[in-house]
């Protein structure tokens, strides 16, 4: 499995981005796509995941309504909408695969990075003050 981001960039506040996640050698259905950010000195944080199965999605409180996780099951690739951009949003971002069973969001563990078995490079997202 291979996953690529791509989509970063710097931006002032309240501004937009969108994030790229390609994916590669699935030989299954059932994962789950999650998104990931982590700033510079701190944790890797889950901030949205999507159901590649059923297409559900969930979202961490600091994201939700500004934040949006899509898939295109054509192009293979699933994508993270970033609007109303704000200076605390700066940081590395991620997605990450996690071979669920029957593909679903484990509202348990869809934040918990350890729970992921494939990982991007990551790419950069400045919010400009």
């Known amino acids: 499995v291979q996953l690529v981001e791509s989509g970063g960039g710097l931006v002032q506040t309240g501004g937009s981005l969108r994030l790229s996640c390609a994916a590669s050698?699935?030989?299954?259905?059932?994962?789950?796509i999650g998104w990931f950010r982590q700033a510079p000195g701190q944790a890797r944080v889950g901030i949205a995941c999507?159901?590649?199965?059923?297409?559900?999605?969930v979202y961490s409180d600091s994201v939700k309504g500004r934040f949006t996780v899509s898939e295109d099951s054509a192009k293979n690739t699933v994508y993270l909408q970033l609007n109303s951009l704000k200076p605390e949003d700066t940081a590395t971002y991620y997605c990450?695969?996690?071979?669920?069973?029957?593909?679903?969001?484990?509202?348990?563990?869809?934040?918990?990075?350890?729970?992921?078995?494939?990982w991007g490079q990551g790419t950069q997202v400045t919010v400009s003050s």
């Open positions: 050698g699935f030989t299954s259905d059932d994962y789950v």
């Open positions: 999507i159901s590649h199965r059923d297409g559900s999605t």
């Open positions: 990450a695969a996690d071979l669920t069973p029957m593909g679903l969001v484990s509202l348990s563990t869809w934040y918990t990075a350890e729970w992921y078995d494939y």
